[in-house]
């Protein structure tokens, strides 16, 4: 292709990208989809593309933790963080769809469900909420499955941490930095005791520690946040694809996914 052709919706694919927001609903009144399914449809392709980016961006936060580069690893977390308040202002968004608009087309949603994004539970492997009962949406031997599989028995964003520590000349436990990675997160106490050294003596490490600290709670805020907007919606009604719903989203509130950080706190 000559360069000098090349234009804005060429580049971005942005016919293709518009031909994708497909509603399924006929409003009974004017045989036209029901209004508010597309604000539905396009918000949420809007969190796939999202998660797609974060994945990005984590593989390279990992990448260069385990690289011992505090700088580049503080620059891709601030990006992360800034990502992730844009996905929790989206649900603002998504809330101005009251519950009898999100009635009107929920019917038509079928089988599906935010339960079966397969991205999101890439993202939550990466961040070490592995759950290996997550994997099930997704059919055995689709790429998605595959995807997911690698990622789970991948380390998580807190082994290269770990990694990140030990690559600095601080004691890690070997226990830890030996961990099998496919298995939830633990507090390690002796471990603790270096962060503490690392917050009273080490201020770039302190940096990296307090970044992950926040990406920590962001993420706790967009669960509470996709928690209360679910409730609203449909209150405490079966999730759409048979998924539990707000009752399950409940049990993964003010979960940490670094422990340790959380921890310290007490002893500062």
Same mark, same amino acid.
């Given at each position: ?12 694919? &942005?016919? %293709? *990208?518009?031909?994708? !927001? =497909?509603?399924?609903?006929? $409003?009974?009144?004017?045989? +036209? ?12 392709? &809007?969190? %796939? *593309?999202?998660?797609? !980016? =974060?994945?990005?961006?984590? $593989?390279?936060?990992?990448? +260069? ?15 992360? *963080? ?187």
């Amino acid at each position: 292709m000559d360069p000098s052709s090349l234009t804005y919706a060429g580049y971005l694919k &942005v016919p %293709e *990208l518009l031909a994708l !927001q =497909q509603p399924r609903s006929i $409003d009974p009144d004017t045989g +036209r989809p029901e209004h508010d399914e597309m604000l539905f449809i396009v918000i949420h392709q &809007v969190y %796939e *593309l999202w998660f797609r !980016q =974060q994945l990005h961006e984590g $593989d390279r936060l990992v990448e +260069r933790l385990v690289a011992g580069d505090g700088g580049l690893a503080s620059t891709t977390l601030k990006r992360m *963080l800034t990502i992730l308040k844009t996905m929790v202002h989206q649900i603002d968004v998504l809330e101005t769809m009251t519950p009898v608009d999100f009635h009107s087309f929920r019917s038509f949603l079928s089988s599906s469900s935010g339960f079966q994004s397969a991205q999101f539970r890439e993202f939550e492997f990466l961040l070490g909420n592995k759950n290996p009962r997550m994997m099930a949406s997704q059919p055995e031997g689709s790429a998605e499955r595959a995807t997911l599989e690698r990622r789970f028995a991948a380390p998580t964003l807190y082994d290269a941490f770990a990694r990140f520590i030990a690559v600095r000349g601080h004691s890690v436990p070997a226990e830890l930095l030996s961990r099998d990675v496919t298995q939830p997160m633990r507090e390690w106490p002796s471990f603790q005791e270096t962060l503490l050294g690392l917050y009273r003596g080490h201020p770039a490490e302190r940096v990296v520690c307090e970044l992950l600290v926040d990406l920590d709670e962001g993420i706790q805020e967009w669960r509470y946040r996709h928690v209360k907007m679910v409730e609203r919606t449909i209150g405490f009604k079966q999730g759409t694809g048979g998924s539990p719903g707000a009752a399950y989203l409940r049990t993964t509130l003010f979960n940490p996914l670094f422990p340790d950080l959380w921890a310290i706190r007490t002893n500062l």
